[in-house]
């Protein structure tokens, strides 16, 4: 295969961020991920993606639409998927970043190896990307979405794993608990509720699943 290299992503990963006013200073973000940067890029256009540059960071597409893209946060290099809610995500590696990211998923890393590691996975999440962008799946967005209790924050906080299993659960398992933590006024009455389906949240069921079928 034949990769097509796109001359602006050079000056990315060389100079840093175009839209990053440290870009070319050792203060820029970039520079301290680029033998990441630069293994993630080769990975991802290994899959046939098309590279290109938007919003100032390397995007990598399939007949015109978003696919993955390779960026660096202040403490990570990353490989995001645009649908990434939408992958079965079966080796669990996901991560959402921020609460407002619906629909997008990230991967990070801090060193080669690790990168290495998960090499054949992070392909075929791609692959799996690719096909859902070809299958026209959408994903569906919501619009305001419910706020989460505290008392569901702190279980979070407590216990990460449990944070973990809530956020693989799909949205509207995790919007009808939300509801139903959410109902009662006693703060006990809610710890209560969230005690007794922890489990079941682990298990990957959702709250209304009893009434299926």
């Known amino acids: 295969m034949k990769i097509e290299l796109n001359p602006q992503v050079d ?5 840093g961020c ?21 293994f993630l890029r080769q990975l991802v256009l290994e899959t046939g993606l098309v590279e290109e540059i938007k919003w100032g960071v390397p995007v990598y597409t399939h007949k015109g639409k978003n696919i ?4 660096a946060l202040k403490d990570s290099a990353n490989i995001g998927f645009y649908k990434g809610v939408l992958l079965t995500d079966k080796h669990k590696i ?26 054949e ?16 799946k959408k994903v569906l967005f919501v619009k305001n979405p ?7 924050l702190k279980a979070f906080e407590d216990d990460p794993s449990f944070k973990k299993a809530f956020e693989a659960l799909t949205q509207g398992r995790q919007r009808g608990y ?12 809610r710890i209560a509720r969230i005690e007794k389906y922890k489990q079941q949240i682990f298990m990957g069921i959702g709250f209304h699943d009893k009434y299926k079928g």
């Open 11 to 15: 000056t990315y990963l060389i100079d």
């Open 18 to 38: 175009m839209r990053c006013k440290y870009g070319g200073t050792p203060q820029c973000k970039v520079r301290s991920w680029r033998e990441e940067l630069e």
């Open 68 to 71: 993955v893209t390779v960026n």
């Open 94 to 119: 996901l991560q959402k970043q921020g609460k407002s990211m619906q629909s997008s998923r990230i991967v990070k890393f801090i060193n080669v190896d690790d990168i290495m590691k998960l090499k």
């Open 121 to 136: 996975v992070l392909k075929s999440y791609i692959l799996e990307a690719i096909a859902i962008e070809e299958s026209g």
């Open 146 to 152: 419910e706020p989460i209790p505290m008392e569901l």
């Open 178 to 189: 939300i509801i139903y933590f959410s109902q009662p006024k006693q703060t006990q009455t």
